[in-house]
């Protein structure tokens, strides 16, 4: 019997920029999801060296390693069902009618979780270049056990190739 991951890093709009602090926070994961805008592809392979990646490409990510990225990802993590997306206003499908428990998002820098019509929807902010005033973090999620559990962090050390 494969193991599915319950202790989920989510990651977005890194932009090319990895802090120390974030691949600290990162350490643990089982799993990795980054929403988009990654930036260069070293920084997949820096959150490999953590935990296996999965990712799919944001607006920013128009270069040719990024080609590779899919648009949108399922993930099956213990009993939930991830879809993963760069940008919530893409989203072209019913989470919920086809069998989604959690909806990962970026784009907007703006760290945030909801429930709509019992689908978890979970933003982890940014974790790139500051942007405005908003916060640079990311998040964990955990989905051993109901209730699924989200925390966020934040991030504002020194970056890291």
Not at 116 to 132: C, E, H, M, Q, T
Not at 135 to 142: H, N, Y
Request: proline share 6%.
């Amino acid at each position: 019997m494969i193991a599915l991951p319950t202790r989920i890093g989510l990651i977005s709009d890194t932009h090319g920029l990895l802090r120390e602090e974030a691949l600290a926070a990162l350490r643990g994961s089982e799993l990795i999801v980054h929403a988009g805008d990654v930036g260069r592809a070293e920084i997949l392979d820096a959150l490999r060296g953590i935990a296996p990646v999965v990712a799919v490409r944001g607006n920013v990510d128009t270069a040719e390693w990024a080609e590779a990225l899919p648009l949108t990802e399922v993930v099956e993590a213990n009993e939930a069902r991830l879809y993963v997306l760069h940008n919530l206003s893409d989203l072209d499908l019913n989470p919920r009618a086809a069998g989604f428990d959690i909806v990962i998002t970026g784009h907007t820098h703006r760290p945030v979780q909801f429930e709509k019509d019992g689908v978890l929807y979970i933003n982890p902010g940014s974790a790139g270049p500051r942007r405005f005033e908003l916060p640079i973090g990311l998040a964990r999620l955990r989905v051993g056990e109901k209730p699924w559990q989200v925390e966020f962090l934040a991030c504002a050390g020194p970056a890291s190739g």
